[in-house]
């Protein structure tokens, strides 16, 4: 009974590590995951510049569009 409590504590830094592995993987893919939401943040922040720009305002294609038929006097 004693030679296996030895060898439990023998594999606690074995254990210590591997959990310490698992939480720098847990870590590394937080940041992955905030990183991801950031650049969700930025494309819609883009696409909100660019629709102001173009004078849509977020509306369906409701700018006047040329007609094919007329093409102003020649």
Do not use: F, H, W, Y
């Amino acid at each position: 009974m004693i030679l296996e409590a030895l060898k439990g504590l023998a594999a606690l830094p074995k254990l210590v590590e591997a959990v310490e592995r698992i939480g720098d993987k847990l870590d590394d893919k937080a940041a992955l995951e905030r990183l991801g939401e950031k650049r969700d943040r930025n494309r819609a922040a883009v696409d909100g510049v660019l629709v102001a720009a173009s004078g849509q305002r977020g509306e369906d294609d409701s700018s006047p569009a040329v007609s094919g038929g007329d093409t102003g006097g020649s």
